[in-house]
């Protein structure tokens, strides 16, 4: 069974251009999180989806946007980058809502704003 | 989610148990334990989780006092690579939602030959 994939893996983009990152959750999983980790702050959650709505979101500027489709693929959006975008962006994704329902993680994208 | 507390770093000797704590004292009654480690520049890898009774997989076993306090990952015989850094989650499920886990700054295992 093929694990979380994201697409690209590197990234390198100019301050004030806009990026789109990709991530194809395991099949059969319909909730699909993404997460920022910087050096500085760590492990920081984005915003979370099930069935194409946005569930629950970070304290994370509007720059930062995402969606997802109805195979449950997902993207997400930056625009407007800074500097301080430059971070391992990492999807996650779950199979339902059963309490006590584990995530798993692709191996990221690697972005640098320069 | 309650907030937990890991040691910043911890050794272990190679084929020896790894036994990692981690505080929780403001748990709630419906909040599970999770754990995760994250090698280097890697996704972070689920381990465990549970909610008030040991449990144990092919990975680690995972350890929660009675009172539900504290816990501890055991990794029977640590290999070098079960070197990474290991994040004890404790999360509220609801639900509907609610997959966003509340990462703090983990232990940083290493294991010396």
């Known amino acids: 069974k093929a694990g979380v994939t994201q697409t690209p893996r590197y990234l390198i983009k100019t301050r004030g251009q806009q990026v789109t990152l990709s991530c194809s959750p395991i099949s059969g999983h319909r909730s699909v999180s993404w997460y920022q980790q910087t050096p500085g702050q760590g492990l920081q959650f984005l915003f979370e989806y099930f069935s194409e709505t946005q569930r629950n979101k970070g304290n994370f500027p509007g720059r930062f946007s995402g969606r997802q489709f109805s195979n449950s693929r997902s993207e997400m959006n930056v625009s407007t980058l800074e500097l301080g975008d430059s971070a391992l962006y990492l999807c996650?994704?779950?199979?339902?809502?059963?309490?006590?329902?584990?995530?798993?993680f692709g191996q990221g994208t690697r972005l640098t704003v320069v | 989610d309650a907030k937990t507390t890991q040691p910043t770093s911890m050794d272990c000797a190679e084929g020896r148990a790894a036994n990692l704590p981690c505080n929780h004292s403001t748990i709630s009654g419906n909040e599970y334990v999770y754990w995760y480690r994250q090698i280097h520049s890697q996704g972070p890898q689920y381990i465990i989780h549970g909610l008030k009774n040991n449990e144990t997989n092919e990975m680690a076993s995972l350890i929660i006092t009675e009172d539900r306090k504290s816990s501890t990952l055991i990794l029977p015989h640590a290999t070098l690579r079960d070197t990474a850094v290991y994040y004890c989650?404790?999360?509220?499920?609801?639900?509907?939602?609610?997959?966003?886990?509340?990462f703090g700054p983990g232990t940083r295992l290493s294991v010396l030959p």
């Open positions: 989650i404790v999360r509220l499920h609801r639900d509907n939602y609610g997959q966003n886990f509340v």
């Open positions: 996650a994704s779950s199979p339902a809502w059963h309490r006590g329902t584990e995530a798993f």
